[in-house]
Structure formats: structure tokens, C-alpha cells
């Protein structure tokens, strides 16, 4: 056994994560994706089996009342915030994330006031956050640029609305700073606008700690929703009664029943619903939520570091100079994926998912292996970088 | 047994769509809120838990592509297409209800070209079609004027961009004038966005044969998709090359996972999506559809109107002047349900579910019943009327 399989061995036996594992059904793939569609916890199947046969099949119509299918949304949000430093009553659970940043930017936009005329946007982002944001501010009449984090605190100014920003690159795996990001953005008089996709359920964000103003994210990443599990939308208890949705749909109404020709909007989270919920893949996600019950947000972090830094020194073993980790080493600057830049990524990534591990490949030249401390043992994280060594050849 | 009860038995011996009511879940009660939520059609459960278990469970990330996931949306489009006499590449399915009605409109007022200032809207319209409808006004810098669906060869002229409107209307399921409305349309040289929810699935649309612009549909109520099953978007092939998307997300780019930070749209129907679909919804929805298989939409129709026709011979009978039906009895004019007025109308509705009938009730003094042709039969329309009359004493 080597010196790094040992290492392994013994850092496994110390985790206090270990058995989690076990609540997802896995098998001998090493799994390294789960930042683009998590595994599947153990117990989704008979729950979803339920709701379709017994919610759907039997009850019908009798579900939306009886089978509490009519507050999912914002009783999931509830499940949600604990896990994004959220107080109750402040996430709201549906929509993709695309149609959520739309709702956050406008919405954002909207509150900033008619004298703060550019929105600024993430230059790295995920792309759909750009189109989106140039949506909206074409629709509400901003202008639009493109900085990258760094840039922002010199870009702000008198005339910023708003600043939609990724807590953790998708492609770099790059963690930005939110909480001095946030503060910059406020002592310019803007609003903050947080994307969560890649650090939601993987590392502690403090929304209401850091007055973080709106936030979205993704809960097929690292919450383990399913595939296209629905996002969620984080605005600020204080903003709530100026959240001004573009998308007023008849869920966010507070009388939705009441089939009122004019539009009154509800108050708190609700506010940010819009059409009926998408029922089986949300309560695939409500399901899902429950492998939390008893793991804390901070140990997942701390797995997450130790798992990231341990496949980085087992790369640096196995593959040595043939790749580049563009990944930052420093804790405060990474997320919980490590991007490596190589030759013929998509090709060596091809190859990698052949032999067993499963990570993906991001344009023009990087493999991403993402870590999910709920289900990844560090026995996988070597092994994932000993084949990559084998493939690299 | 009363004359009654025998016609409806003969009726349904006549009915070549008796047997398809055993491809659904079905039981004693008669369930006549398939215009809200429809029935589950029987092999639903096991391809949704081989959805789960096989495609999320086993080869997770690789679905996308290896289990269909990625086209999924403009694949059930096709599916969905001729139930609403539309050609393939045309329907996309995708998002709720209420925010395909936000593309559609924007869209639609942005075609119109800066000269069309006004949007109409039908004022007896589900109202979230209203709220979403003065949003995307408010956005374009359009106004909004509500007219009734009779008023609109009045209220159209050289300033209306769009017109949006319910083919049947939810509350007195009293079906409109499609054709003769688009035409009044098209004269006045404006776009007709057409609602679908409460006809997709229960009668000929001919979007088509009509030169509708625009159209959107729910698919949980006469498509059985499952609760919140994703709705979908039609945007006639013409106009497809200018069809602007307020939600350019990047599930609609021509290369998505190119990841360019400027934004191409793709052509076609793939244009009307925005971000990662949801999944499991989406696919209770796709094997819902089966139950179609060498159903006809006309063959629909046609046993839709002797369903209603008979109710309210039924209804005349055992309920009498005891209510008022708000349906029209002439066919050109009524969709798949019989909306009946009476007294303390929600109590009614309540004693009506305890004793077995499901319909539902819609403020303030409105009864609904809904036929849905693939699974009630002439014997539970017979029932449901019967049951009133004992309800109502």
C-alpha cells in the first residue's frame, strides 16, 4: 500500500462525515460531479414513489391542501436557510435559476432607485447570469458592465444599482470574498446580488450575517435535489415589503384563491413565488434535504478543505507538472471543486469517466472534479487522482 | 334503474374511448377536477421510478445525454404539438404557466414594432395572465387596457401590439372564438397570444391552420403531466427568427455548453427555453402523454360535448332551477367543463367531495365540473348530477 492509499485510509477513519456516505445510494464509480447533478439520497425513491401513487394517484386534487403541496415552496426555503446562514421566512423555493437572477436583478434594480443607472456583472460568471442580467437591464433601462470581482469595488459608484455576483467560479472553482464584496457594494449605496449555485450545501455563505440583499441558487449541486430541482431565491427580511417582482405571478399573490383581477402581493418570501410548483421534482428536493439532519454546515466545509488539499496533493504525486490546478490553494480562495487545466481536456476527461471517474470538462481546457463532502471519501479522492496520473500516461 | 342511468349506460357502451380509461389510476369516486389536476395515468409510477433509481441513481451526470434528458423539453413539444394542431419544432415545454405568458407577451410586444403601443388583455382572464401581462407591459413601456374577448374587434387599432387571450375561460368554461379573434387580429395588423390551459388536450386548437402568433398551455390539467408539470410555449415557425426572449437564458444559446459570455440564441423552438429543466416533472409529463396513443383530439371533442350535454340533462333533472348553468349550452362556444351557479356554492362543493364527487369551487358562487373524455364515463356524469340534486335537498 502507499504511503498516499494509507494516508487515505486513515484520514477516512477519522471522518466524522463517513457515515453520511450511507445515505446515498453509490456504487464503485469514484463520483466527482456531484457540483453539477448530486447523487441520489437513499431514501428519494420511496418518497417520490408516494407522492406519485398515493399525493397524486390517490388523493388528486385533495394533495395541494392535504399533502402540504401549496407551501412547499416556502417551507423548503425554510429547510434551505439554515444551510445559507438564513433566518426563516426569507427563501423561497422554485424556478430555475436563470428565472430567479431575472427576478433578483430587476427586483434589484427596482429598489436601487431611479438615479443609480448601471447594473455591474460578474465577467467569469456562469454564462445564463450574464444574458439574464443584460435582460434585465434592458427591460429596466440600466446599462450594463461586465467587471470581474476584483474590478469591483473600483467600478462601483454613485450611479450602481446593483452587483450580481458568483460566490464561487463555476469554472475555476475560485471562492470570491462575499462578505467584504457586500460591504464595498453597500458603502457605494447598491445592492448586493449573490449566486450560490456552487457554494450552497458545500461551505458556509452567512447571508444574514454579511446583509447579503438577494441571493439565488441551485439545488442539484450540492443539495442533491434531482436533476433540474428547482432554485432557490433569497431576499432580505428589510427589503421584502420593496421586492417588486417582474414575474407577479398568482402564487405570489396574498389572496391567490381570491382570483383578484389586481395584483396585491403577499408579504415575506412568498412574495417571491410566481406560477404553480413544479411538485415532483420539489419534493424530490424536500426529500433530499433530509440527508442534512444532524451534519453542520461547518463540518462540511472543513471535509470539503481537507478532501480538496488531499486530491491536490495526490495530483502533485500522480500527475505532477502535466497539469495545472487553476484553483486557488489558498483556503479563504476555494471553493469545493478543483479545476485542472491539461492538454486534450476533454479527451483525458473522456478517458477518466472510461476508467471510473467521473468529473467534467468545462471549454477550452479544463477538468473539473467537484467534492462533495456528504458522500466523498478521501480513499476516492486518491484514486480519482492515480487514474488521472495513469490516463495522463 | 331510472332512464337515466340506462342512457348513460348505452352511452357508454357506444364510447370507442371506454377503454382508454383503464390506462388511468382510477377509483370509485368521480373525479371531475381534471381541469385543475389530472387523473394518473397508470404506468406513470414505474417510469418515474425508473427516472430515479436508473437515470439519476446509476448514471446520474451521463442522463443528460445517454437518457434524453437535455432535449427532453422540445421532444415533449413535438409530443404535445399535434393535440394542439401545431407542426413539429414549434412547442417547447418548459417553466410554469405564468412565466411562458411573460416571454410570449414580451415577445409578442416586441414584434409589434415601436408604433403598437397597446396590449389588450382578457378582462375575465385567469388573473395570473393579467398580473404577468401588466409586468411585461410596465417592462416594454407598452400599456395595458383589459376588454372582454367580445370587445376586442372594437378595442383593436393602428396602436395594439398584442392581444392575449383565454381560449376557454376558466371560470365559466365558456370556449371563445379563435379563429374569428385571430383574424380581427391579424387585420389590425397586432400579434394573438392565446392561452391554452383550459383547452390543450380537451379540443381542437388548430394553432396552425389559425396562424396563431403565440400561444401557452398548462399540461396538468387535460394532459394528466402531474401536479406542477411544466408548461409549455408555441411560437409559429414565421416568427420564430424574431422571437426576443425577456429570459434569454442559457439553456436557449445556439452552443450552450460552449459557455460564451455574449448571447446567440438558438433557432427554432429551443429559443422559448431558459435554464435546466426540471427533470422529474418533466418526464411524468412525457410518459403521461402515452395515453394518447391512437387517441384522436376529435374523437375527444366529440365525446366532451355528448359528456357535457348529457351532465346537463342530468343536472336539469335531478338539480333543476336549483342552479344556473353559466357554461353555454351552444357547443361553438363551450369547453370541456360545466360551471354551475347556485347557493352557499363552497359548502355545496364540500358536501358534493364527501359524498364522492370531486369537482371544485371558484369564488364566489361558482361550481365546476370538469370531463375529461380519456377517463369519465357517461355513468359518472349521471352520478355527479344525481349527487347534487341530493346535496342541494
Redesign the interface.
Known amino acids: 500500500m502507499s504511503e498516499l492509499t494509507l494516508q487515505a485510509k486513515e484520514l477516512d477513519a477519522a471522518d466524522a462525515l463517513a457515515p453520511v456516505r450511507s445515505r446515498f445510494?453509490l456504487?464503485d464509480v469514484v463520483?466527482l460531479?456531484g457540483n453539477?447533478?448530486g447523487?441520489?439520497p437513499a431514501h428519494?425513491?420511496d418518497r417520490?414513489?408516494d407522492v406519485?401513487?398515493r399525493?397524486?394517484?390517490?388523493l388528486?386534487?385533495?394533495?395541494?391542501q392535504e399533502s402540504g403541496?401549496w407551501t412547499a415552496p416556502e417551507r423548503i426555503g425554510d429547510r434551505i436557510a439554515p444551510l445559507v446562514g438564513a433566518a426563516p421566512g426569507q427563501v423561497v423555493v422554485g424556478?430555475?435559476?436563470?428565472?430567479n437572477v431575472?427576478k433578483a436583478v430587476?427586483a434589484a434594480a427596482r429598489m436601487a432607485g431611479e438615479d443609480r443607472t448601471e447594473i455591474l456583472v460578474d465577467?467569469g460568471t456562469?454564462?445564463?447570469d450574464?444574458?439574464?442580467a443584460?435582460?434585465a437591464a434592458r427591460?429596466?433601462g440600466h446599462t450594463l458592465r461586465?467587471v470581474t470581482p476584483a474590478e469591483v469595488p473600483d467600478a462601483l459608484g454613485p450611479r450602481t444599482a446593483a452587483v450580481l455576483l458568483n460566490h464561487v467560479d463555476y469554472?475555476t472553482g475560485r471562492l470570491h470574498d462575499l462578505p467584504s464584496l457586500t460591504a464595498a457594494i453597500h458603502a457605494a449605496g447598491a445592492l448586493a446580488v449573490w449566486d450560490l449555485c456552487h457554494s450552497a450545501g458545500a461551505l458556509p455563505v452567512g447571508l444574514d450575517a454579511h446583509r447579503v440583499d438577494l441571493a439565488v441558487g441551485?439545488t442539484?449541486k450540492y443539495l442533491n435535489g434531482?436533476?433540474?430541482?428547482?432554485?432557490f431565491l433569497y431576499v432580505r427580511r428589510e427589503l421584502q415589503p420593496r421586492f417588486d417582482?417582474?414575474?407577479?405571478?398568482?402564487?405570489s399573490?396574498v389572496e391567490p384563491?381570491?382570483?383578484?383581477?389586481s395584483?396585491d402581493p403577499a408579504p415575506g418570501a412568498v412574495r417571491g413565488r410566481?406560477?404553480?410548483?413544479?411538485?415532483?421534482?420539489?419534493l424530490?428536493l424536500e426529500a433530499a434535504l433530509e440527508v442534512w439532519e444532524g451534519v453542520g454546515i461547518d463540518a462540511v466545509r472543513a471535509k470539503s478543505l481537507a478532501l480538496t488539499d488531499f486530491f491536490l496533493s495526490c495530483v502533485a504525486h500522480h500527475a505532477g507538472d502535466r497539469v495545472e490546478s487553476v484553483t486557488p490553494a489558498a483556503h479563504g480562495e476555494r471553493g469545493s471543486q478543483v479545476s485542472l487545466r491539461c492538454e486534450n481536456a476533454g479527451d483525458v476527461m473522456k478517458r477518466l469517466?472510461e476508467a471510473g471517474v467521473?468529473g467534467?470538462f468545462?471549454?477550452p481546457d479544463v477538468l473539473r472534479f467537484g467534492f462533495t463532502p456528504l458522500y466523498t471519501s478521501f480513499a476516492e479522492a486518491e484514486r480519482a487522482a492515480r487514474v488521472l496520473g495513469a490516463v495522463l500516461g
Open positions: 445510494l456504487d463520483y460531479d453539477s447533478l447523487a441520489l428519494v425513491p417520490i414513489a406519485v401513487r399525493e397524486w394517484g390517490e388528486r386534487i385533495r394533495s395541494w403541496w424556478d430555475s435559476t436563470s428565472v431575472f430587476v465577467a456562469f454564462p445564463t450574464g444574458y439574464i443584460e435582460s427591460l429596466t461586465a469554472r441551485c442539484y434531482g436533476p433540474g430541482s428547482p432554485a417582482s417582474p414575474l407577479p405571478g398568482w402564487n399573490h384563491f381570491g382570483m383578484k383581477p395584483y410566481v406560477g404553480t410548483p413544479d411538485i415532483l421534482s420539489m424530490s469517466i467521473v467534467d468545462r471549454p
